[in-house]
């Protein structure tokens, strides 16, 4: 049994803002595998 929080990857996705700049948002999933 584990009782720590199931590991999460992190996931750099390229958006533009509303001023037209690209940046690169981190957004955090939860790993499949464990």
């Known amino acids: 049994m584990f ?7 992190i996931l750099y ?3 533009v803002d509303p001023a037209g700049i690209p940046v690169e948002r981190p957004v955090s999933v939860p790993c499949p595998y464990g």
């Open 3 to 9: 009782t720590h929080p199931p590991p999460h990857l």
């Open 13 to 15: 996705i390229s958006v």
